[in-house]
């Protein structure tokens, strides 16, 4: 029998609505420029191109209510968005067959240095040092598909100390949830314990230490974030 040379890593997990059970994260997907409104702020063409993603690290979810500031950054941006649970996967999903592998839903945000996003945009280098960083990935209870089935429409919205800084609805996404799982699974073995996170609407901001988050997706729940 072979043991370990150091102590394996803690399972990284998330939390399942009115359950003691949790859920196993395997890995983060988070589509970027989802929302048209979001891609012409960011400045890019809002026409349906061909999705892209990147990667957060599973340990960057984070259930707290809390977020802390980040190193090396003086602009951290929220970006509201809606999260999809995995319960099964493979590989060529169909379209058609894409949400009988969803397990269920959760808000989330995709916390970004924003600073340090573009720094890497202009030299041509990955984003991660940007999106995959400590507690980058906080998020509300999951709710399973049994409870809410599956929305295709809905108003997403986060506002800062009151003040409404995000507002959209979940039918303006460009490539819609089975879409993506179909999408990533033509490059991608896709698993039980999978995340994708679907993109964001317009309204993206930087917050500071003090500010109060509220994320809200109509008929799914609302998710409460300090920054300290």
């Not at 043991?3 to 589509?31: E, M």
């Not at 003086?74 to 999809?84: Q, R, T, W, Y």
């Not at 964001?200 to 799914?220: L, S």
């Amino acid at each position: 029998m072979k043991n370990f040379v150091i102590t394996p890593a803690k399972q990284a997990t998330a939390v399942i609505k009115n359950s003691n059970d949790l859920f196993p994260v395997r890995r983060i997907y988070c589509i970027g420029r989802n929302y048209a409104d979001h891609a012409i702020e960011m400045g890019h063409d809002p026409d349906r191109e061909p999705p892209f993603f990147f990667q957060k690290n599973p340990n960057n979810v984070d259930f707290s209510g809390e977020f802390s500031y980040p190193p090396k950054t003086s602009n951290v941006h929220h970006e509201m968005e809606l999260v999809v649970a995995l319960k099964s996967g493979g590989v060529n999903i169909s379209i058609d067959d894409a949400l009988e592998h969803v397990y269920g839903y959760a808000l989330g945000l995709d916390m970004t240095r924003r600073d340090l996003q573009g720094e890497m945009k202009k030299m041509g280098r990955p984003w991660e040092i940007g999106k995959s960083f400590e507690q980058s990935a906080p998020m509300g209870p999951i709710i399973p598909v049994s409870e809410i089935g599956h929305p295709e429409a809905g108003i997403i919205n986060l506002t800062v100390n009151g003040e409404l800084r995000q507002q959209g609805d979940l039918n303006q996404m460009i490539w819609k949830v089975a879409e993506m799982i179909s999408y990533l699974s033509e490059y991608y073995e896709l698993a039980a314990g999978d995340l994708i996170m679907s993109g964001t609407p317009a309204g993206v901001g930087p917050v500071v230490k003090g500010d109060v988050m509220v994320g809200a997706i109509e008929g799914i729940g609302e998710l409460v974030v300090t920054v300290v």
